[in-house]
T-cell receptor
């Protein structure tokens, strides 16, 4: 079985501050990991994905995430938050022993204060 | 715009009724996935079709069914609707059926059961 835990359902940062959204996964086989962003009244958009190549993955809009096997983590970071980053962020995992399904975490709503 | 279209955008119906949600994948994508997003359950994978055949099944109720047609569009049928079925239903598509494939999400259909 696979699962994802996102610590913090709500995170608030000031504009220009570091963004850190936490994701821990559980998988009995090597995982593939994804971060998606959902803006209000829209579908999900892929930010970045880890597929067993480089452990530091760079995505769109200045986001990046680091895969740490020893910590079973895949935290999402951005050095400097913009107002436009306010959205809900979902971490997801897939693996060969779970078919092709994505298992999502509960989501983290990021709020950016001016 | 992901290239995935879903109709209708909103659907309001009564308990006990049956509805059909439609999804057109991105041009050339063979896989279609259905997800349900609700406040209490979060984002849950329902079912996947690949080139017309069911490929993976998640937490899909027996009252729900889906199919993918020869032109690759897909329909999700929800019957004997209950209040708890009120949710946002997303369709996603990907070119193939592998675990590392990025899934492109449509804007969703918001179902309200009264």
């Amino acid at each position: 079985a696979q699962s994802v835990t996102q610590l913090g359902s709500h995170v608030s940062v000031s504009e220009g501050a570091l963004v850190l959204l936490r994701c821990n996964y559980s998988s009995s086989v090597p995982p593939y990991l994804f971060w998606y962003v959902q803006y209000p009244n829209q579908g999900l958009q892929l930010l970045l994905k880890y597929t067993s190549a480089a452990t530091l993955v760079k995505g769109i809009n200045g986001f990046e995430a680091e895969f740490k096997k020893s910590e079973t983590s895949f935290h999402l970071t951005k050095p400097s938050a913009h107002m436009s980053d306010a959205a809900e962020y979902f971490c997801a995992v897939s693996s060969y022993n779970a078919g092709n399904m994505l298992t999502f975490g509960g989501g983290t709503r990021l709020m950016v204060k001016p | 715009d992901s290239g995935v279209t879903q109709t209708p955008k909103h659907l309001i119906t009564a308990t006990g009724q049956r509805v059909t949600l439609r999804c057109s994948p991105r041009s050339g994508d063979l896989s279609v996935y259905w997800y349900q997003q609700s406040l209490d359950q979060g984002l849950q994978f329902l079912i996947q079709y690949y080139n017309g055949e069911e490929r993976a099944k998640g937490n899909i109720l027996e009252r729900f069914s889906a199919q993918q047609f020869p032109d690759l569009h897909s329909e999700l049928n929800l019957s004997s609707l209950e209040l708890g079925d009120s949710a946002l239903y997303f369709c996603a598509s990907s070119p193939l059926s592998g675990v590392a494939n990025e899934q492109f999400f449509g804007p969703g259909t918001r179902l309200t059961v009264l």
